[in-house]
């Protein structure tokens, strides 16, 4: 079959390269970034490994009869038409749980930055101020409520983590229950209503959908505690930023720590930037060295077993 990779900004290709001679497969590497590009230019493939490129219904239709299968780096498919491509009888995949780990470490990470000010009184520090005063008021960790809104992998995952820190853990999700058999029980189920009125700290692991797009806004964010925290290192667009900017300017919430923004890069004049009690980091929660390399190599290994009709690993859609 032939393979395409339609993007890809990865220093090298070793990964891939392995598992494709390992299966005695090749594969081409294009660099398109639009959809007159992808139309253009990679005519006649079968299997695709997309990183950015835009598998829209237009691309999709182009590519007929021959395109079968595209296999997404990482864990988000926003960048193709999922409904048109099941219309279309083409097979999506994406590896979901390559950087699992990552993520859960980096919100953790955040957390904690929020909850000690690490960030905050460096920047003191810097400035020629030594006076722990400038921290007040903190809170003992093991006496407050941590909130995990999404229970998917990575929320699950984060919770397991973090659950040592927290007095309490609620959390947030309407396709999962926490139970025994998977060790969750800890998680109080709530609704997130009560997750948002009652945590001290919230902290996202939702996909991006239509219906959890801002789904943190004006409303949800008045909802919050003045000194609870905000983290995000799921999808840019799940909180309103113009909302967010407010809440921290008025003090509606005490804090937030985003690794993901509506645009990206984010702007660098944007309003969110010049508040003290917020931290940004740029969208790098799901990497490590080890990350990395298992990403391409799990994407390789999902289209070689397309290409061996094997039942594949990660699929997002049914054709």
């Not at 239709?61 to 864990?75: D, M, S, T």
């Not at 996202?204 to 219906?211: A, D, F, G, S, Y």
């Not at 290192?233 to 985003?258: C, H, N, P, V």
């Not at 969208?283 to 594949?312: C, I």
Request: glycine content about 6%.
């Amino acid at each position: 079959m032939r393979i395409i990779i339609s993007d890809c900004d990865h220093v090298n290709l070793n990964e891939e390269s392995a598992v494709f001679e390992a299966a005695g497969l090749s594969f081409e590497l294009k660099q398109c970034h639009t959809e007159d590009e992808l139309i253009a230019e990679c005519k006649g493939g079968e299997i695709f490994i997309n990183q950015y490129a835009p598998f829209t219904r237009r691309v999709l239709e182009a590519l007929r009869p021959e395109i079968k299968q595209i296999v997404r780096y990482g864990v988000g498919v926003n960048n193709i038409d999922i409904a048109a491509a099941t219309e279309l009888g083409v097979q999506v995949c994406n590896v979901p749980d390559y950087g699992m780990n990552e993520v859960a470490d980096q919100a953790l990470a955040l957390t904690l930055d929020l909850a000690r000010k690490v960030s905050f009184m460096n920047a003191g520090v810097r400035k020629g101020r030594w006076n722990y005063e400038d921290s007040i008021p903190l809170f003992r960790l093991s006496e407050q409520t941590l909130g995990v809104a999404g229970l998917g992998r990575n929320g699950r995952n984060f919770a397991a983590k973090a659950r040592a820190l927290f007095g309490k853990v609620v959390g947030y999700d309407p396709y999962y229950k926490p139970n025994a058999e998977d060790d969750t029980d800890y998680i109080e189920a709530v609704d997130l209503d009560t997750l948002l009125r009652t945590s001290d700290f919230v902290v996202l692991h939702m996909p991006l959908t239509e219906q959890t797009r801002n789904i943190v806004n004006a409303e949800a964010l008045a909802k919050m505690k003045h000194t609870a925290y905000i983290v995000n290192t799921s999808r840019g667009g799940l909180i309103d930023e113009a909302a967010l900017d407010k809440a921290l300017a008025d003090g509606t919430i005490a804090g937030a720590a985003l690794d993901v923004t509506e645009k990206e890069p984010i702007d660098s004049d944007s309003p969110l930037l010049r508040h003290d009690n917020f931290i940004c980091t740029p969208h790098m929660a799901w990497y490590s060295e080890q990350a990395a390399s298992e990403l391409k190599r799990k994407v390789a290994e999902e289209a070689v077993r397309f290409a061996r009709s094997e039942k594949l690993r990660s699929p997002v859609n049914r054709v």
